[in-house]
């Protein structure tokens, strides 16, 4: 009899085990951090139903979500994949007919390449190169719209050069498209989400090459012709390590910043807390191969103890490289804005910007924003037991820093923090504070979240304080004093009753002559004068098909046309997977 039981009992234990729907397990296993109830930061089951079953599946297999899918059996990930992604299956896809064989892709006089469309990551096009000025934007109207199919957030800046647009999405997919029409040249898999900028480079092997890097810290360049694999170059080796901004291309190198979801992984009892260092790697363009790394944080981390739990913890970890490094060409540096500490005591290059030598990767100078800024998840879910005992607000800097030149010649590092305020530094100064200006209340959102523009007279700033009590929001500084030249609050969000709605404005702007360009989490995208912050004109990217909230990045200008990706089902976010093309009368 008892083996007979032995039996029954193994059967009903595969039968819990194995037994139960996608829905039942995800309640039981993913509903705390992506239910109602959950954190803020991660996708609500409305944003994960858009994603493709593959899609989700390679999240909690090798993806940002594989600590946390560790206590499934690959069957019962399996089954949470194809529960959540039963409706984006049955998607049309999202592209237009193939392209006939189109012209060689070319850099012509007109282009936006790369995250902040200068080395100096301003984020201001010359009308010259925009080919719209603040006149044209009344008579804008949608030209063509691209779906990328079965994905829940559209992740990607855009690439527009030589009548080509090239963009990543979210389940690793990078497309080639006709700028004039939206009909796509080629697609490529990478073996990750894409979520950088894209950047393209002249290359002797393939005349020119696409550059961006993916979530498994891998950095890729393409034949920007044909879609071909010209080379793969892995940059960090830890399991969390992930490249979420474009690398900066000049004189032969790529200079990839490295960042890392290990913050998130914190949340379990069981995980190590933490290990990860941020850095800096130096690529030559045309081989794939590391010139040189450099580690935000010089010590290697070492044991700490264990936490409440009996897991070994380390330290120091964090400062992760979240945005686009910025070029100094005159002086040959590099500056990289750093985020949080992972675990406590955070280190001194933590919230901070470092200017390394971009011919050796030397470490000249750092100046820390924020000191003793020691986070991770677990300080806001799972109990807390590897949260550091000081634990900071999580004001780390997601924003490139941005190099202006003032009148008179003397230059200014501005510098965007999620604590809400702007920073000005001296970069001939070793990094000398020159004004600090608050905009905003400050949040673990922002603040100041993913970036800032600038022309000759003043800064931009894009207003998240998505966690407050008043969100959004956006703030014009003078370059040489930070004094406020105005300020407009966030409009009342209204998002066609959709949920979640907020009027948080996370994204960088986009700047063009008179014009700042600032989309919006209520999907809106908004142009404001410069002068005054006058409305002049708006676009509510809801009323798409796919549309959703704006976040990371507002829009492009090139060639006469807006680019606008909308859909970033992220960050309390309304899902989305659709890019918008404006023209003047949609010619």
């Known amino acids: 009899m008892e083996w007979r039981k032995g039996i029954w009992l193994a059967a009903w234990a595969s039968f819990a085990l194995f037994g139960q729907n996608g829905e039942e397990l995800f309640r039981r296993h993913c509903d705390g951090c992506h239910g109602p109830a959950g954190t803020v930061r991660a996708p609500k089951i409305e944003s994960l139903r858009g994603m493709s079953a593959a899609a989700v599946r390679t999240a909690m297999d090798s993806g940002s979500m594989r600590e946390m899918s560790a206590a499934l059996t690959p069957e019962q990930r399996a089954t949470v994949a194809n529960w959540l992604g039963a409706g984006a299956a049955q998607e049309a896809p999202g592209w237009k007919q193939s392209c006939a064989p189109g012209v060689e892709p070319h850099t012509d006089s007109s282009f936006w390449n790369g995250w902040g469309v200068d080395p100096e990551n301003s984020r201001f096009q010359p009308a010259a190169m925009a080919g719209l000025s603040a006149a044209d934007l009344p008579h804008l109207k949608l030209k063509w719209a691209f779906r990328f199919p079965g994905v829940n957030a559209t992740v990607s800046q855009p690439a527009l050069v030589g009548g080509r647009l090239y963009m990543g999405s979210a389940d690793g997919t990078v497309y080639s498209l006709d700028a004039a029409t939206g009909c796509v040249y080629w697609t490529f898999h990478a073996d990750a989400m894409v979520r950088t900028a894209v950047t393209i480079g002249a290359n002797r092997h393939a005349k020119y090459a696409v550059y961006f890097g993916d979530t498994k810290a891998q950095v890729y360049s393409l034949d920007a012709k044909t879609g071909t694999l010209g080379w793969k170059t892995k940059v960090d080796d830890h399991a969390g390590a992930r490249i979420t901004a474009a690398p900066a291309l000049y004189g032969g190198r790529l200079y990839v910043p490295v960042s890392s979801f290990e913050e998130a992984s914190a949340a379990k009892l069981s995980y190590p807390c933490c290990t990860f260092r941020g850095s800096v790697a130096a690529i030559d363009n045309e081989s794939g191969k590391i010139d040189w790394k450099t580690y935000t944080i010089p010590q290697a981390p070492k044991p700490l103890g264990k936490n409440p739990g009996g897991t070994p913890s380390h330290g120091p970890s964090g400062a992760a490289v979240w945005s686009t490094p910025t070029l100094d060409l005159d002086k040959r540096l590099l500056y990289a804005a750093t985020g949080n500490g992972y675990s406590g005591p955070a280190a001194s290059t933590t919230d901070a910007v470092l200017a390394l030598e971009m011919d050796t990767g ?178 509510d990217t809801l009323t798409q098909p796919g549309g959703g909230a704006i976040n990371v990045y507002s829009a492009i200008a090139a060639q006469g046309m807006l680019i606008v990706p909308s859909g970033y089902g992220l960050l309390g976010g309304l899902p989305g997977n659709v890019v918008l093309t404006f023209t003047v009368d949609g010619r």
């Open 362 to 539: 030397r470490l000249v100078w750092s100046q820390q924003l924020l000191a003793d800024d020691g986070w991770n998840f677990s300080c806001v879910m799972g109990g807390g037991q590897n949260c550091p005992k000081k634990a900071g607000p999580d004001f780390d800097i997601g924003a490139s820093p941005i190099l202006r030149k003032l009148p008179g010649g003397k230059r200014v590092l501005l510098i965007g923090q999620k604590s809400g305020i702007v920073h000005a530094l001296d970069p001939d100064a070793r990094g000398a504070v020159l004004w600090r200006t608050r905009v905003g209340e400050g949040s673990a959102l922002g603040g100041i979240e993913w970036g800032m523009g600038a022309d000759a007279e003043a800064v931009y700033v894009p207003v998240s304080d998505q966690l407050t009590k008043r969100p959004g929001g956006l703030a014009a500084l003078r370059l040489t004093d930070g004094s406020k030249l105005w300020r407009i609050d966030g409009a009342t969000p209204e998002c066609g009753g959709r949920r979640p709605c907020n009027a948080a404005q996370q994204a960088a702007p986009t700047l063009l002559p008179g014009v700042v360009l600032s989309g919006s989490m209520d999907g809106k995208l908004r142009a404001h004068s410069t002068r005054d912050g006058a409305l002049l004109w708006s676009f």
